[in-house]
């Protein structure tokens, strides 16, 4: 059974998430332009556009749970987005491209953690939609963490750690959850209550 804690500490991470997908789209949307490749241009814009949907998600959940997001993380969001969308024509290619890994790395962990809060909250019904979000920022990570790999001097980073399997986004929760680890982890639509 959940309590209001467990709703709070969910909607807590939901209104982060949601925050920090305004920061990063507004991020990868001067990111996209700063880059002169057309294949990188390419992959940051859509990367840019499943943020955007991204918060579109959270946002939904956020207000079926009956919470708002947080006008203060809100107003740093777009100061942060719109900063970090200017540093990307200032910074060269690599250092925006590292930053954006090591970023999604930290994305990855936070969809896992919030779908465990969704099904120990009573709300198993966003537990499909958090996961499958984490395996699009996983690919982000890996997408980025390539970039920097390519690179000449990347190369020579120490790279931040580099995420478990993208299958074990999954495996993961199933095991806790006592699911078998090839069955999906729970396959209820987000619509309705």
């Known amino acids: 059974m959940s309590g209001p804690d467990d709703v709070d500490r969910l909607a807590a991470i939901l209104q982060a998430a949601y925050s920090g997908e305004l920061a990063a789209g507004l991020a990868y949307r001067g990111h996209w332009r700063s880059v002169r490749g057309p294949d990188d241009r390419e992959r940051i814009r859509q990367i840019e556009r499943e943020e ?10 956020l207000a079926r749970l009956g919470k708002s997001p947080s006008p203060a993380r809100e107003r740093r969001a777009r100061v942060v987005g719109h900063t970090l969308g200017v540093l990307c024509h200032l910074a060269g290619w ?7 890994g090591r970023l999604e790395s930290r994305n990855i ?13 009573g709300w198993p019904e966003f537990v499909e939609c958090l996961l499958a979000m984490a395996e699009v920022e996983w690919e982000h990570e890996r997408y980025f963490r390539s970039c920097v790999e390519r690179h000449r001097l990347g190369r020579r980073l120490s790279l931040w750690p ?32």
């Open 109 to 121: 962990v936070e969809y896992e953690t919030a779908a465990r809060l969704a099904a120990g909250a």
């Open 94 to 100: 690599l250092a925006p491209m590292y930053g954006a």
């Open 52 to 61: 955007w949907h991204h918060r579109e998600l959270v946002g939904g959940m």
């Open 162 to 193: 580099a995420p478990p399997p993208k299958r074990e986004i999954r495996d993961s929760f199933s095991r806790e959850m006592g699911l078998p680890p090839t069955a999906p982890a729970v396959p209820l639509p987000l619509a309705g209550r």
